[in-house]
Structure formats: structure tokens, C-alpha cells
């Protein structure tokens, strides 16, 4: 199958896609595979404007960035040019990783036509929770998470400090079944730090101001 031809493979776990789409089109679209596209500042913007303007995302904690999880382009220079860059596997990039340069390059090299995107199997459930308190507690916790097993499970984890207070975002999506146990953890941190948890949020969506939030590393 050509790597640049619009498709969905579910089975394969990759799509090429118009640079145009959305990430909320997309996962519509993937909903019945069973398969979505985890990245995403803002679900209406479009995807080829999201690889323009970010590196990284939320759920780049777990994710990785835009680079990792785009695996291919067809982009076209400012000359007018278009040029194939990667393929439709991991793996396909001998020498200079050009499309992770591009990534979050603004368009000061070209646009995107064409998406080539690493899909993920689409979760039973997911929880997010929020810790909020003072600014130190919340960052003693951030960092016992990041040495514990969570930290190689959660989707995302944001430390944010504004007017309106400090809260830590943990994201955790998969079996329905290990949700309880991530709640139950999470009420262990909040009493022994002096935090308040609350349940049943969303990932919030910054795309006016993305570099607000303190990206994972927390640290």
C-alpha cells in the first residue's frame, strides 16, 4: 500500500490523513477500529496546524511528542516543491530525522498535505483526577509518582500553578478494572501531603498558550 495515499489501517495501527483533519474527525472516524489518536491541544484545530505549532501535547507524558508519532509527511516547501519525508513504519529513517525537525517548525520550511499518524488501541476507560494544594506538596508528589510504577502507565501528568492555584492533572486510561486502584492511590498521596482530590475531570485543552503548563518531566 503507498505510504502517501489517504487511508486508515486499523490493524496496522497507522493512518495518512489530510493535514486539514481534526483530531475529533479523526477519532470519530477510528472509533469503530477500536483505535484513536491520542495527541491534541485543541480537538477542533487541525492536525497539520497542531504539527506546526507543538512539539508536545498532555498525553506526550505517555505519547510521546508530534515527532514520535508522526511518521511520515508529504510537505510542500515554500518554492511550491513536494517532498515524501518517512513511510508507514516505526522504523524508517536513515540519517537526518526530518520530520521531527519539522515538527513545531511554525511554517518557516512549508505545510503539511499529508499526515502519516502512529495510532494507539483505543482504552476500555480512563480516569483523570486532580490534585490541588500547596505548590511544594504537589511537586513532592509529582516526583514520588515519577519514581513509582504509575509513572510508566499514566497518559499525563501536569503540574499547573496560576492565579486560580496549584493542582497536579494525573491521566490514566486502560482496563476499567485498574481505575479503583489508581483513585485509591491517589487518596493515599492526597491525605499524606495535605492535598485535595477530585474526580471525574477532563484534560484541559490550552491551545492560545501551550508552553503555559509546566510539561511532563514535571521536575
Same mark, same amino acid.
Given at each position: 500500500?503507498?505510504?502517501?495515499?489517504?487511508?486508515?489501517?486499523?490493524?496496522?495501527?497507522?493512518?495518512?490523513?489530510?493535514?486539514?483533519?481534526?483530531?475529533?474527525?479523526?477519532?470519530?472516524?477510528?472509533?469503530?477500529?477500536?483505535? &484513536?489518536?491520542?495527541?491534541?491541544?485543541?480537538?477542533?484545530?487541525?492536525?497539520?496546524?497542531?504539527?506546526?505549532?507543538?512539539?508536545?501535547?498532555?498525553?506526550?507524558?505517555?505519547?510521546?511528542?508530534?515527532?514520535?508519532?508522526?511518521?511520515?509527511?508529504?510537505?510542500?516547501?515554500?518554492?511550491?516543491?513536494?517532498?515524501?519525508?518517512?513511510?508507514?513504519?516505526?522504523?524508517?529513517?536513515?540519517? &537526518?530525522?526530518?520530520? !521531527?525537525?519539522?515538527?513545531?517548525?511554525?511554517?518557516?520550511?512549508?505545510?503539511?498535505?499529508?499526515?502519516?499518524?502512529?495510532?494507539?488501541?483505543?482504552?476500555?476507560?480512563?480516569?483523570?483526577?486532580?490534585?490541588?494544594?500547596?505548590?511544594?506538596?504537589?511537586?513532592?508528589?509529582? !516526583?514520588?509518582? =515519577?519514581?513509582?510504577?504509575?509513572?510508566?502507565?499514566?497518559?499525563?501528568?501536569?503540574?499547573?500553578?496560576?492565579?486560580?492555584?496549584? =493542582?497536579?492533572?494525573?491521566?490514566?486510561?486502560?482496563?476499567?478494572?485498574?481505575?479503583?486502584?489508581?483513585?485509591?492511590?491517589?487518596?493515599?498521596?492526597?491525605?499524606?501531603?495535605?492535598?485535595?482530590?477530585?474526580?471525574?475531570?477532563?484534560?484541559?485543552?490550552?491551545?492560545?498558550?501551550?508552553?503555559?503548563?509546566?510539561?511532563?518531566?514535571?521536575?
Amino acid at each position: 500500500m503507498p505510504a502517501f495515499e489517504p487511508t486508515l489501517d486499523s490493524a496496522d495501527l497507522s493512518a495518512c490523513i489530510d493535514a486539514r483533519e481534526s483530531a475529533a474527525s479523526l477519532n470519530a472516524r477510528l472509533a469503530k477500529a477500536d483505535a &484513536f489518536w491520542p495527541l491534541s491541544l485543541d480537538s477542533q484545530q487541525s492536525l497539520g496546524a497542531l504539527f506546526l505549532s507543538a512539539k508536545a501535547c498532555a498525553r506526550s507524558f505517555r505519547f510521546g511528542g508530534l515527532g514520535d508519532n508522526v511518521l511520515g509527511l508529504a510537505w510542500r516547501l515554500p518554492n511550491g516543491v513536494r517532498v515524501d519525508l518517512g513511510g508507514r513504519v516505526v522504523k524508517n529513517v536513515v540519517g &537526518f530525522d526530518w520530520v !521531527r525537525f519539522l515538527a513545531g517548525s511554525q511554517g518557516r520550511f512549508g505545510q503539511p498535505e499529508l499526515l502519516v499518524l502512529r495510532l494507539r488501541p483505543r482504552p476500555e476507560a480512563e480516569q483523570v483526577l486532580s490534585l490541588s494544594g500547596a505548590l511544594p506538596a504537589l511537586r513532592a508528589v509529582a !516526583r514520588s509518582i =515519577r519514581s513509582s510504577s504509575w509513572a510508566h502507565v499514566l497518559d499525563a501528568l501536569d503540574l499547573e500553578n496560576d492565579t486560580q492555584g496549584s =493542582r497536579l492533572l494525573c491521566c490514566l486510561s486502560g482496563k476499567a478494572a485498574v481505575l479503583p486502584l489508581f483513585e485509591t492511590q491517589a487518596q493515599h498521596w492526597a491525605q499524606e501531603h495535605a492535598l485535595t482530590l477530585q474526580a471525574g475531570l477532563s484534560l484541559p485543552e490550552r491551545l492560545a498558550q501551550p508552553w503555559a503548563r509546566i510539561q511532563a518531566p514535571v521536575d
